[in-house]
């Protein structure tokens, strides 16, 4: 089993930045896709970025690439995500999850992933 425990978010200005943290307990992340996804209030969760842990391959929503950087500290099981510009399209609950490595074109869905946080609250004002 796994514990998966985000933190990192709050309120920010359109065009700062905030890193968000997800470390795990009761397991390594290593051999599995560690993902973050997002859901505003009234929409559809979706996909932000996710990291191969064991061999670093980065994949990110077109919505957040160039802005936002997902990374991985081996020593602290942890996994980032690194905000930048952020815009007050980017408020929502971000969640982290991993699970068994999904392959390339099923990396973005939620269905490939078992565990999950509860998800940290980022606002973005104008």
């Known amino acids: 089993q796994v514990q998966l425990v985000e933190s990192g978010g709050g309120l920010v200005q359109a065009g700062g930045s905030l890193r968000l943290s997800c470390a795990a307990s009761?397991?390594?992340?290593?051999?599995?896709?560690v993902a973050w996804f997002r859901q505003a209030p009234g929409k559809e969760r979706e996909f932000v970025a996710a990291?191969?842990?064991?061999?670093?391959?980065?994949y990110y929503a077109d919505s957040v690439k160039g802005r936002f950087t997902i990374s991985r500290d081996n020593g602290k099981n942890t996994v980032y995500l690194q905000m930048n510009s952020l815009k007050p399209e980017d408020t929502a609950v971000y969640s982290c999850?991993?699970?068994?490595?999904?392959?390339?074109?099923?990396?973005?869905?939620?269905?490939?992933?078992?565990?999950w946080g509860q998800g940290t609250q980022v606002t973005v004002s104008s």
């Open positions: 999850a991993a699970g068994r490595n999904p392959i390339y074109s099923r990396i973005g869905s939620a269905y490939e992933y078992d565990y």
């Open positions: 009761g397991r390594t992340f290593s051999g599995q896709a």
């Open positions: 990291i191969r842990y064991s061999i670093g391959y980065t």
